[in-house]
């Protein structure tokens, strides 16, 4: 094999030889059968060369970077080499879903791909991704172990205290070895952590099980620490502080504000055109305004207009500027003393006791002390030449507008006209008269008003409060009609009322004690309930009658008749509204008059029952119920 002047050429003696020359001088390399090598210096190689005695570590004098069992670049010595210089430095740095550790500090991605970043953002919940050596190890398993990661070990000790929403993860600890060491641990369950927990993890090794049943009670002493810990990756981030919106910065409460219009809010000095405390640097003057609407102008000459009333102190508060004079149109809030030029009169006025004066008046004669005074001019020219009595006549009392008036003929009107007090109505005194109204007598206690009313419509005389006696005399709803009324009026009271009817019945609101008896048997009326299906009936063998209205068409009521003995003959009266019934020899007869009593007998057992029908506008009775 040739090239130029230079040849490589294969032997065999008694092995592979590779010569090359270069035309003047010939090196051999010969492989020996016995899988050495011998240089054309005759040195002699075995093993492939690495250039220093452990082959897995890249060596420079007293620097040395090993490539560990498991694939990681150690450093011989901490915190001493760099990875690149200030001036060759590595273009990309590609890191996969792991960390990064800037001293204490550590720099991971969460799942959503953000970046967690210590002091700017901060992990919300996390969880175990994966399990590191941190060492070599010492302890030898001849299966794999149960294990637990540091914070759990402490939780299960009973030295730490979860948070609430903390749960444990659990770990398989894969196979073991031809040496007996731990290959490698998986993570199985992430569960749920909190920044602390993980960071617990991440600087605390886990613990193996060395114990004889896993499921008996917790007990530190069957447990070992081995070089393995845990490192967390987070589920999503959030902000250390509130950034807020893209046009503000916020700390707390407060919050730098930058507008559309170009207009900057600070916390304190405000630049904004609609705020009430502002900045406002215009073209020609700059302005400081308070939230009190108080401000100061730099203007662009030099001069500094203060608000009004406003001076310069020194240190000791007394005034730089001395007397000044506020220069506006209307008198402004301002302490005694102080001088206001009115922009509007041309004078100058002083606060005096709280009271702007006049600081220049003009010089006016001696004031006459002699006046004779008879009429007022008010500043509209109208003249009052007596004293105002709140109307144009002299004969009322006026407030708003009630008036209280006296007439003429001595009668008094009191406010709204229908209440008056005169002497011309009654023969033998004077009257109280009400028109179109009530007129009520009441004296008000603690326990409400007590008193007599005269009410109109209708038209009685009754007294106030809650025990309640009256007489009504008619009415809209029943003008023939005189009543008495007497009861209570209070919770739990009840009224009752006595009837007189025009056509000579009364009715009556209860039982009468003893007997008042007529030609038509004037006794109590008991008024039956007309919507009920049965009404039980006591015999009161004329003491007192009951009565039954009209029912609606169809219905059927059960009138029973009981005396709680074996007493025969006893008997009640009934009347109805509208009946008919039949006698003993088959006369048909008909009841419209509520004054007519019909005599309903017990029979032998001293009991009945009367079963009766309302059928077209009559309670149609039985055969021969009534005699």
Request: hydrophobic content about 35%; glycine content about 10%.
């Amino acid at each position: 094999m040739y090239s130029g002047n230079k040849s490589a050429s294969h032997n065999t003696l008694g092995g592979n030889t590779i010569s090359t020359t270069d035309g003047t001088t010939t090196h051999n390399w010969q492989f020996g059968v016995d899988g050495r090598l011998t240089f054309p210096d005759a040195t002699v190689q075995t093993t492939a060369y690495s250039g220093q005695a452990n082959p897995d570590a890249v060596v420079n004098g007293s620097y040395n970077i090993t490539l560990n069992a498991t694939g990681d670049f150690i450093p011989n010595t901490d915190n001493l080499q760099a990875l690149g210089s200030p001036t060759n430095r590595f273009r990309h740095l590609y890191v996969g879903p792991g960390s990064v550790y800037i001293g204490d500090s550590v720099i991971s991605e969460s799942v959503s791909g953000k970046l967690v970043l210590p002091g700017i953002t901060t992990a919300t919940t996390l969880f175990a991704n994966e399990v590191e050596e941190t060492g070599d190890q010492t302890r030898t398993w001849a299966n794999p172990p149960f294990l637990l990661d540091a914070y759990q070990f402490g939780v299960a000790s009973g030295t730490i205290t979860p948070d609430p929403d903390y749960s444990p993860a659990d770990y398989d600890s894969g196979d073991i070895d031809d040496d007996g060491y731990i290959s490698e641990i998986e993570v199985y369950e992430p569960g749920t952590w909190t920044q602390a927990v993980a960071d617990y993890n991440l600087v605390n090794n886990m613990y193996a099980f060395i114990g004889t049943d896993v499921q008996e009670p917790h007990n530190p002493s069957n447990w070992v620490q081995i070089p393995f810990s845990v490192i967390a990756r987070a589920n999503d981030v959030e902000y250390d502080f509130d950034s807020g919106p893209s046009d503000r910065l916020v700390s707390g409460d407060a919050e730098v504000v930058l507008a559309s219009n170009g207009d900057l809010t600070i916390p304190g000095v405000i630049k904004s055109t609609s705020g009430s405390s502002y900045i406002d640097p215009g073209d020609t003057h700059v302005v400081l305004q308070t939230a009190q609407d108080v401000r100061w102008t730099f203007a662009s000459d030099g001069e500094l207009r203060l608000p009004p009333g406003a001076d310069i102190v020194d240190s000791n508060g007394d005034s730089v500027l001395g007397v000044t004079v506020l220069r506006q149109d209307t008198p402004p809030e301002a302490d005694n003393g102080t001088l206001w030029f009115n922009t509007v009169e041309g004078r100058i006025y002083i606060k005096y006791t709280d009271v702007w004066v006049d600081a220049s008046p003009l010089v006016m004669p001696q004031p006459d002390t002699d006046l004779d005074v008879n009429s007022v001019t008010f500043a509209d020219a109208s003249i009052q030449t007596t004293a105002w009595t709140g109307s144009t006549t002299v004969d009322r009392l006026v407030n708003g507008d009630n008036q209280l008036s006296l007439g003429t003929d001595g009668t008094v009107t009191f406010p709204g006209g229908d209440l008056t007090l005169t002497t011309t109505v009654a023969e033998n005194g004077s009257a109280l008269v009400a028109n179109n109204s009530s007129i009520i007598l009441a004296a008000t206690g603690e326990s409400g008003s007590t008193g007599l009313a005269w009410y109109k419509d209708p038209l009685n005389l009754q007294t106030t409060g809650t025990d309640l006696a009256y007489v009504a005399v008619g009415g809209p709803a029943s003008p023939d009609k005189v009543s008495i009324n007497v009861g209570n009026t209070g919770e739990g009271g009840a009224v009752y009322t006595w009837q007189f009817n025009p056509n000579s019945s009364t009715t009556l609101p209860g039982a009468i004690q003893g007997r008042v008896k007529s030609n038509t048997y004037v006794d109590t009326v008991i008024n039956l309930d007309v919507t009920a299906t049965i009404n039980k009936l006591t015999p009161t063998n004329g003491g007192a009658n009951y009565h039954l209205a009209d029912g609606v068409e169809g219905q059927i009521m059960y009138i029973a008749l009981a005396t709680g003995g074996e007493q025969v003959n006893e008997y009640t009266l009934m009347s109805f509204a509208h009946a008919r019934y039949t006698n003993g020899n088959g006369t048909v007869n008909e009841v419209t008059d509520a004054g007519s009593w019909l005599p309903f007998h017990s029979n032998t057992n001293g009991s009945a029952i009367l079963t009766i029908a309302f059928i077209d506008g009559y309670w149609t009775l039985p055969h021969n119920a009534f005699d």
